[in-house]
């Protein structure tokens, strides 16, 4: 049996939305892209028919993001529509997640994950991953 360690966090958000619960001074879940490239192009994917710069966050403003959700501690997830290990700072943006207290869960396709890289998301360690196999 697997253990969904945001379980509680959607349970939380779900209660909210259906006003079961107060709203937060502060997102619950705070979804970071750090890059807007993908290597691949999944037909059900909205990044395939986007028409939008392609860039890396810088580590600046990734760093200013931190410390502001440090002072609420949502959950942070690197999702959306590209894949976040293409960004060259991606374990340690990971890793700076980790050292502020907050819980850190990353979508990716998997395909340019190398055995160091899965090592260092074991040693952080990684609360939640999910391989977007969709597209396959």
Do not use: W
Request: aromatic share 10%.
């Amino acid at each position: 049996m697997s253990i969904n360690i945001f379980q509680p966090i959607y349970k939380q958000m779900n209660d909210i939305a259906l006003g079961d619960a107060p709203l937060p001074e502060f997102p619950l879940i705070v979804d970071i892209e750090i890059t807007s490239y993908c290597n691949l192009k999944c037909i059900m994917c909205d990044h395939t028919y986007m028409d939008r710069k392609q860039e890396m966050m810088r580590e600046d403003v990734f760093n200013r993001i931190i410390e502001q959700c440090k002072l609420y501690k949502p959950a942070i997830r690197f999702i959306m529509y590209s894949e976040p290990f293409l960004h060259s700072k991606s374990l340690q943006f990971a890793e700076r997640v980790k050292e502020s207290g907050l819980l850190l869960h990353i979508t990716t396709n998997g395909t340019v994950l190398t055995k160091d890289y899965i090592d260092a998301l074991i040693k952080l360690p990684l609360d939640s991953i999910t391989f977007s196999l969709q597209g396959a």
